[in-house]
């Protein structure tokens, strides 16, 4: 019982792993398969289509339905992807079909898991776990996840046989090794006495605590980067840099990605402890450590040079891995149970935006220089970590757990 959330946990790398398989075989795709830049672009497009939809309606879905139900689906999704992934040799569309199911399997879960650990990282099912494991938990799930996924990935395509095939292969071996425990863990919300909760009846798909104060002025000035961050270190800065590697190109963007998703796993059990209730000093802390990562990309991309970027990447991933957790935390704190999974959905969903920041960056390349874009950004992270710490030293009510509804609708 005390350790039965590691079967979500396990169920979550699987989706988050994945998820971002895909990510470092961009360059194999763009070089050795022959695909136009813009349709590689759209690739990625793909997962995000259907990545954020789901994440705005499988939170409530779940608080109907049960956790069990959804995530075994997004489960079944992330396999799926990687089986019309593995056909990506026979045209585009199996590959944008793959990316789209993809991006369903991860919203699943990253809002119905995330909320599930949580809730079995406490009483009655895990009752000596400290507060705020289960988001640590959660996290670090997705973010191992993430990593491995596509360090794996980009090493079978770089040195493995099959290269557009093996990677999914492998991924759809493991996933199916966890969906028979997934099947047995236990159910934190029935069906039944679901519908029979008044509290779920009346939020529905609803997230009132987005007009919360203190979600407004500390948690979404973060947000969008979380992602933005990662996707700076793995996805823009190869771009940047790469060309200057040859034939190791694809290695080089694996490199970054593990070292990225690495720094921001090993981090995580110190950002629960940089945690307060009383201020937000880890979402402080993670943007300042962004706008420092920001600066080295700025250098890195002014000298063209592999190891900058490098530094970067363990920078940003440090700086991401910091704010995925304390944004989790706070959310947790400002909601009921009845919300937490859609609020999750929410702060997941935002969180994503930032991951098309790559993509921006690159259409406005040919209005000015990388250096000059990544130091706007550098600006603009400034600006916000000033929002957040002048709106810290306000003293933002925090809700634990049960939000004045007088407070939410200010």
Same mark, same amino acid.
């Given at each position: 019982?005390k350790?039965?959330w ?12 994945g ?6 075989l ?7 398969? !022959?695909y136009s830049?813009?349709t590689?672009?759209e690739f ?6 259907g990545?954020?939809?789901a994440?705005?309606?499988?939170g409530?879905l779940?608080?109907r339905?049960g956790?069990?139900?959804?995530l075994?689906a997004?489960?079944v999704?992330s396999?799926?992807?990687s089986?019309l992934?593995?056909f990506g040799e ?7 079909l793959?990316r789209?199911?993809?991006?369903v399997?991860v ?8 909320t599930?650990?949580?809730?079995l990282?406490e ?8 507060p705020g494991?289960?988001?640590r938990r959660?996290a670090?799930?997705?973010t191992? !996840?993430f ?7 980009g090493?079978?395509?770089q040195w493995g ?8 292969v ?6 199916a090794?966890?969906?028979?425990l997934l099947?047995?863990?236990p159910e934190?919300?029935r069906?039944?006495?679901a519908a ?5 009846r009346?939020a ?5 605590a ?10 979404l ?9 990662a !996707?700076v270190?793995?996805?823009t ?5 790469g060309?200057?590697? !040859?034939h190791?190109?694809?290695a080089?963007?694996t490199?970054?990605t593990v ?10 059990p110190i950002a629960k ?5 009383t ?6 802390i993670?943007?300042v450590?962004m706008?420092?990562g920001?600066?080295v990309s700025?250098l890195?991309a002014?000298?063209?040079?592999p190891?900058l970027?490098?530094?970067?990447a363990v920078?940003l991933g440090v ?12 959310i947790?704190?400002?909601?009921p149970p009845?919300?937490l ?7 997941y ?8 920041l790559?993509t ?11 250096p000059?874009?990544?130091g706007g ?14 709106s810290?030293?306000?003293?933002l ?9 007088s407070?939410?609708a200010?």
């Open positions: 019982m350790r039965s590691i079967a979500v946990a396990a169920a979550m790398f699987c989706c988050g792993w998820g971002n398989q895909f990510t470092p961009l360059v194999m795709y763009r070089d050795t398969a !022959g830049v813009l590689v672009d990625l497009g793909a997962y995000v289509v990545l954020a939809p994440l705005l309606i499988v409530g779940s608080n339905f956790r069990r139900p959804l075994v997004g489960v999704c396999v799926l992807a089986a992934l593995a026979s045209g585009p569309l199996p590959i944008f793959g789209l199911v993809s991006g399997a919203a699943i879960a990253m809002a119905v898991g995330t599930w650990v949580k809730e990282s009483a009655p099912y895990d009752p000596s776990a400290h494991t289960g988001a959660a670090l799930a997705l191992l !996840g990593g491995l996924g596509a360090g794996v990935a090493v079978l395509a046989p099959w290269p557009m095939v093996t990677p999914y492998v991924h759809l071996a493991l996933t090794a966890v969906l028979p099947l047995r863990s934190t919300r069906r039944h006495a029979a909760d008044p509290n779920v009346r529905g798909f609803a997230v009132p987005v007009r919360h104060p203190r979600f407004l002025r500390v948690i000035p973060m947000t969008p980067w979380v992602f933005g961050a !996707g270190a793995y996805a800065m190869p771009q940047v840099v060309g200057r590697l !040859g190791w190109d694809l080089y963007s490199l970054l070292c990225t998703l690495g720094a921001g796993a090993a981090v995580q402890r940089l945690d307060r209730m201020d937000a000093r880890a979402i402080v993670a943007m450590i706008s420092c920001l600066v700025v890195g002014q000298l063209h040079s190891l970027a490098l530094l970067a920078v700086a991401y891995g910091i704010a995925v957790v304390s944004g989790l935390l706070e947790q704190r400002l909601v009845s919300e999974a859609g609020m999750t959905g929410v702060y969903a935002l969180a994503y935006v930032g991951f098309l790559p921006a960056l690159a259409a406005l390349s040919g209005v000015a220089g990388y000059v874009l990544l950004l550098v600006v603009i992270a400034l600006a916000g970590t000033t929002l957040i710490a002048v810290t030293r306000a003293h009510p925090i809700a634990l757990n049960a939000p004045d509804r407070e939410v200010a």
